[in-house]
């Protein structure tokens, strides 16, 4: 079956240093990746997507690859701000011959806290 | 367009107890589902639908009821409540079959069962 791993938290940094979030995953198939963001006390938002192989994912200065050589799609971000602290979760959907609605399978999150 | 709500917010049961935990969205979406997030375990799916009157299991189905009336609404219902449904449930739409398809979530539900 499908299955996502994410790098062990909690992280904490410092503002303005780099982000690294890894995150690797198995499929059978052809899956899309995403990363979701929960900031505290709310619901999931997608913070950025990747549809097939090499496409790079990018929103409010994050960014992720998706590698299909070596099944992973870290999370990046070059300079974190304090706001960034939320939990960050990586997560694929498998492309099933285009019936796959939108079963995820998500990893098990990783918390971030950005001090200033 | 107030996208996917839940209520309550949060709730306390004790074990045995029944209840139901609403959502519902207005973007006509066809697919709506239904999680609950652990710590260290991510979120994990309930059930799920793909429209009005066809529902089906997900990961972790046991303890846990689901119907779709309608297209806008897709309510959960635990019919006798266990200590190890404490959890933080989130539902959760999007539109039309495809990979690609983003899934919106609700703020979710905080449960507590004593």
């Known amino acids: 079956g499908n299955s996502v791993t994410q790098m062990e938290g909690p992280v904490t940094l410092s503002e303005e240093a780099f982000l690294t979030i890894n995150c690797t995953y198995t499929?059978?198939?052809?899956?899309?990746l995403f990363w979701y963001v929960q900031y505290p006390g709310e619901g999931l938002q997608l913070l950025l997507k990747?549809?097939?192989?090499?496409d790079k994912g990018s929103n409010k200065g994050f960014e992720a690859t998706y590698r299909k050589e070596t099944t992973s799609f870290h999370l990046e971000k070059g300079s974190v701000q304090v706001s960034d602290s939320a939990v960050y979760f990586c997560a694929l959907k498998e492309d099933a011959g285009g019936t796959s609605y939108g079963k995820l399978t998500f990893g098990q999150g990783t918390i971030l806290t950005v001090h200033p | 367009n107030a996208g996917v709500t839940q209520t309550p917010k949060f709730q306390v049961l004790k074990t045995g107890q029944s209840m139901t935990l609403q959502c519902a969205q207005d973007?006509?979406?066809?697919?709506m589902s239904w999680y609950r997030q652990d710590p260290g375990m991510g979120l994990r799916l309930i059930h799920y639908s793909v429209g009005a009157g066809i529902t089906d299991q997900g990961e972790v189905p046991n303890g846990y009821n689901v119907s779709r009336s309608t297209t806008e609404d897709f309510p959960l219902r635990l019919l006798s409540a266990a200590p190890s449904q404490t959890s933080v449930y989130f539902c959760?739409?999007?539109?039309?079959?495809?990979?690609?398809?983003?899934?919106?979530f609700g703020p979710g539900t905080r449960l507590t069962v004593l």
């Open positions: 499929a059978t198939g052809y899956p899309s």
């Open positions: 990747a549809t097939k192989a090499d």
């Open positions: 959760a739409s999007s539109g039309g079959q495809g990979v690609h398809n983003e899934q919106f």
């Open positions: 973007m006509n979406h066809e697919y």
